[in-house]
């Protein structure tokens, strides 16, 4: 990943200084090579977390789990069958609402389906990773647990813990009287079929790209330009003040660009866009960048990461290395870190419990054959990350 996303920074910069300055090479360098990045950085992790739940399912332990855990379900109102849809949802929420279709039981079912998108979907590792590798030391704790990933373990067991939490609570609820049972053939255990696990490996990672893909580019590029443009009076007001700073004996250039780039995109249209949302999300921590990404990763989760790619990249004239230095590097107006401890822990459990998918909630819909679950769903999902995010931005600040 690091390769990559270096890579694609030393591409934007080599084809700075080989292009003419002008807005189709912004367009090019800081929208879709910048879009690129936030796609393509992220294949080899994707391809790894199916490769693994390709083998647990080939070898014919996936349906044990099943077993193993239906007393546990029981306790919070599921049954065993419930597990096979919350494993899928660390791959996709959407074919796992859809595989709930096995559970029997109507009330079992619908619970499933309310809690299937709290668990770790892969459109959300982008997002841990580029966070964890921000704020979390690359320390070892007694020589060879790494810190970053048992903060990322700890992010997926967050999830799958407060599923069965809300499982518990909903469950006196949902008034549905139905008897129910746990019958489940069990295939015998055997070696997974590697050719399998390799071609599911390379076709997820070529869906993402493509699918995810289309969605990241199409909102990079609509970022790009609203990014690029503004109201002409506040952006001509930007360029005079660059000129006249520029003038001043013995100015450091390269911070009067900087600081011009950040002007710019402060008085562009999603800079308004983001100063508007800015007092939602300043009690978690965030500013208005933060802000403009929560509102595009809606669309699919892992936009979040193609959004500060733009963002970053509009706002920096010379396109200085990696996204995460840059993201790294941003202050606030007092001078303080905008990615502190707080703030980034705060962001990872936002993307833990928020419903920030359009697709999931269409599916729910169509699963349910109601507007009244999937809106029910936002609600409850967005309020309990709302809270999360607010609690521990306050505790850790």
């Not at 849809?85 to 389906?113: D, H, Q």
Request: glycine share 8%; aromatic share 12%.
């Amino acid at each position: 990943m690091d390769w990559i996303d270096s890579g694609f920074a030393s591409l934007g910069g080599w084809l700075s200084s080989l292009l003419p300055d002008n807005n189709w090479t912004d367009l090019f360098i800081n929208g879709i090579v910048a879009g690129l990045s936030g796609i393509v950085m992220f294949v080899p992790q994707i391809a790894i977390l199916f490769g693994l739940i390709t083998v647990l399912e080939d070898s014919g332990y996936m349906a044990r789990i099943s077993f193993l855990t239906d007393r546990l379900m029981r306790s919070v109102g599921l049954n065993g069958k419930s597990v096979m849809p919350m494993i899928s949802g660390f791959a996709c929420a959407i074919p796992a609402v859809m595989s709930a279709r096995g559970i029997e039981n109507r009330k079992e079912r619908l619970l499933t389906i309310l809690i299937t998108p709290l668990m770790s979907c892969s459109a959300r590792l982008p997002v841990y990773t580029i966070l964890i590798g921000l704020v979390i030391p690359n320390r070892y704790l007694f020589g060879f647990i790494g810190l970053q990933g048992l903060v990322m373990l700890g992010l997926y067991f967050l999830g799958f813990a407060m599923a069965l939490v809300v499982s518990y609570v909903a469950k006196w609820f949902i008034k549905i009287k139905e008897k129910s049972y746990f019958i489940l053939e069990l295939p015998v255990y055997r070696s997974p079929r590697w050719k399998n696990v390799w071609h599911t490996m390379w076709s997820k990672a070529r869906v993402f790209v493509i699918d995810a893909g289309k969605i990241i580019m199409v909102i990079s590029l609509i970022l790009w330009a609203l990014s690029s443009f503004g109201p002409k009076e506040k952006m001509h007001e930007a360029a005079l003040q660059y000129q006249h700073s520029l003038r001043v004996p013995g100015a450091d250039t390269t911070h009067i660009q900087y600081e011009y780039g950040n002007k710019k995109l402060e008085n562009s249209y999603v800079g308004i866009i983001g100063k508007s949302i800015e007092p939602i999300v300043q009690p978690l921590g965030y500013d208005w960048k933060i802000g403009i990404a929560l509102v595009t990763s809606f669309a699919a989760r892992e936009v979040f990461v193609g959004t500060m790619a733009t963002l970053y990249s509009v706002g920096d004239e010379k396109n200085r290395g990696p996204l995460k230095e840059k993201m790294k590097a941003a202050i606030r107006p007092d001078g303080s870190p905008v990615y502190s401890l707080a703030t980034g822990v705060s962001l990872m459990l936002f993307y833990v419990f928020a419903m920030q998918c359009m697709s999931t909630l269409a599916v729910v819909k169509r699963e349910t054959r109601s507007w009244k679950w999937p809106m029910l769903q936002l609600i409850y999902m967005t309020g309990l990350a709302y809270i999360m995010s607010l609690i521990v931005y306050q505790l850790l600040k």
